[in-house]
């Protein structure tokens, strides 16, 4: 049964064949085959090669170029989008690692999470207070811009140690994370004028434009691939001269 498979693999590939070269040297079994026309094959195959070559490097060249654009704005890009990510880390930073949990306020490193809230804990002031009746503690959070969020912890639950106590730790931690946006500004700084410089650095892109329109230019302005497309059609004409038939 391999062998069966195999004869008809060759007798298609070989009938394939027949017809290409039917096609490629048309007029009749002769031209395509004989021996004697084997010059006047060689005439019409080495213009074609010719045509098909300087198609090739042409095409290599301006798609070498064209990727080289591409690159250089990926690269621009990629060096945008990263001092972006930068700042945008230092401009809000991660709440960090969770410290304490008191009622609905959970402290973290660089917030408090008040009942699904985030503040961040740069900039804001805390303030503790206790009722007339000594029964409630009250804490107070106050952000930078003057917004104020109350919570209150009632006595038989929450001492007023204990309230204290975790006020005091917020407060702290605020002046700690004030103390490390204070050292980031510098780092902002730097990175928005990093920022700037990158999306400036256009260069490299401009310079890649321009090898490509001039690669575009020089194989427009090339006469060498006109000149082989007319001996192409030349030998195709001389071809037909002899066959009746013009080749592809």
Same mark, same amino acid.
């Given at each position: 049964?391999?062998?069966?498979?195999?004869?008809?693999?060759?007798?298609?590939?070989?009938?394939?064949?027949?017809?290409?070269?039917? #096609?490629?040297?048309?007029?009749?079994?002769?031209?395509?085959?004989?021996? !004697?026309?084997?010059?006047?094959?060689?005439?019409?195959?080495?213009?074609?090669?010719?045509?098909?070559? #300087?198609?090739?490097?042409?095409?290599?060249?301006?798609?070498?170029?064209?990727?080289?654009? !591409?690159?250089?704005?990926?690269?621009?890009?990629?060096?945008?989008?990263?001092?972006?990510?930068?700042?945008?880390?230092?401009?809000?930073?991660?709440?960090?690692?969770?410290?304490?949990?008191?009622?609905?306020?959970?402290?973290?490193?660089?917030?408090?999470?008040?009942?699904?809230?985030?503040?961040?804990?740069?900039?804001?002031?805390?303030?503790?207070?206790?009722?007339?009746?000594?029964?409630?503690?009250?804490?107070?959070?106050?952000?930078?811009?003057?917004?104020?969020?109350?919570?209150?912890?009632?006595?038989?639950?929450?001492?007023?140690?204990?309230?204290?106590?975790?006020?005091?730790?917020?407060?702290?931690?605020?002046?700690?994370?004030?103390?490390?946006?204070?050292?980031?500004?510098?780092?902002?700084?730097?990175?928005?004028?990093?920022?700037?410089?990158?999306?400036?650095?256009?260069?490299?892109?401009?310079?890649?434009?321009?090898?490509?329109?001039?690669?575009?230019?020089?194989?427009?302005?090339?006469?060498?691939?006109?000149?082989?497309?007319?001996? #192409?059609?030349?030998?195709?004409?001389?071809?037909?001269?002899?066959?009746?038939?013009?080749?592809?």
């Amino acid at each position: 049964m391999i062998a069966i498979w195999c004869v008809v693999a060759v007798m298609t590939l070989s009938a394939w064949w027949a017809v290409w070269r039917f #096609l490629r040297y048309p007029g009749g079994w002769a031209f395509a085959f004989h021996e !004697k026309h084997r010059e006047a094959r060689r005439a019409l195959d080495e213009p074609r090669r010719a045509v098909r070559e #300087l198609r090739r490097t042409a095409r290599r060249e301006k798609l070498q170029a064209l990727a080289a654009v !591409k690159r250089a704005e990926w690269a621009h890009r990629r060096h945008v989008r990263q001092c972006e990510a930068k700042l945008e880390r230092l401009r809000t930073p991660h709440r960090g690692a969770r410290r304490q949990k008191l009622g609905r306020i959970i402290l973290f490193e660089r917030a408090v999470l008040i009942s699904n809230d985030e503040v961040p804990l740069a900039g804001l002031q805390v303030r503790f207070e206790l009722s007339s009746s000594a029964r409630s503690s009250y804490v107070y959070l106050t952000r930078p811009d003057g917004r104020e969020r109350l919570e209150r912890y009632e006595g038989k639950q929450w001492p007023e140690d204990t309230v204290r106590r975790f006020s005091v730790r917020i407060q702290n931690a605020a002046v700690a994370a004030d103390r490390l946006q204070k050292r980031h500004a510098g780092k902002i700084r730097a990175l928005e004028a990093e920022l700037e410089e990158a999306r400036r650095a256009t260069e490299p892109i401009a310079s890649a434009q321009e090898r490509l329109a001039s690669t575009r230019a020089r194989h427009d302005a090339d006469f060498t691939l006109p000149q082989a497309r007319t001996a #192409l059609d030349n030998a195709r004409s001389v071809w037909q001269g002899m066959t009746g038939r013009r080749p592809l």
